[in-house]
């Protein structure tokens, strides 16, 4: 099938004839630069005198129009894009120095129970030998008061009668 349309090596075909056309690659002198303008079209704006452009095509003109609007939109959109960044790099920044300030007053106040920990520890010590103290010193008491309460009530009849620290034992060189 396919030597019916591709020549045997060798023979030469008359240019456009192997796929009916008279389209020809390698021809530069027939065909122009695809790249370029065409030549029944020209660029939107040429190079006048006034330096206006010349006539252009509606659709064009449309296109042009939009993608300048577009290009627009994209620079609004970079300058939201780029404020928004701003305002959460100054965000960041007010919440570090905030949890700074947060650091800082818990550092102090962490010292200060501590301080407190330890006052209220000494206190404590300090509670606990005056309660031992004063427990001490009633007892002392009662044992100083036993006497008089035991002379008082053991002669209950004889109110003039002195004390037994204030009596004078009796001399035992008589």
């Not at 960041?92 to 006052?119: A, C, D, P, W, Y």
Request: overall charge positive; aromatic content about 6%.
């Amino acid at each position: 099938m396919l030597s019916s349309v591709i020549p045997p090596a060798g023979q030469q075909t008359p240019s456009g004839s192997v796929f009916g056309t008279t389209f020809d690659p390698w021809d530069t002198h027939i065909h122009q630069n695809p790249f370029l303008y065409p030549t029944d079209q020209q660029p939107l704006f040429s190079g006048t005198d006034a330096g206006t452009p010349a006539v252009v095509n509606p659709i064009d003109d449309r296109k042009q129009r939009r993608m300048i609007s577009n290009r627009e939109s994209a620079r609004r959109s970079r300058m939201r894009k780029q404020k928004h960044l701003e305002n959460l790099r100054n965000l960041v920044n007010r919440h570090k120095i905030g949890n700074r300030e947060v650091m800082n007053r818990l550092r102090f106040v962490s010292r200060q129970e501590q301080t407190l920990r330890q006052e209220n520890e000494r206190l404590r010590s300090e509670l606990g030998m005056l309660r031992q103290k004063l427990w001490d010193l009633h007892q002392v008491m009662l044992v100083w008061q036993l006497p008089n309460q035991l002379l008082s009530s053991a002669w209950p009849c004889n109110n003039n009668v002195t004390s037994f620290n204030e009596q004078n034992p009796p001399s035992l060189i008589t």
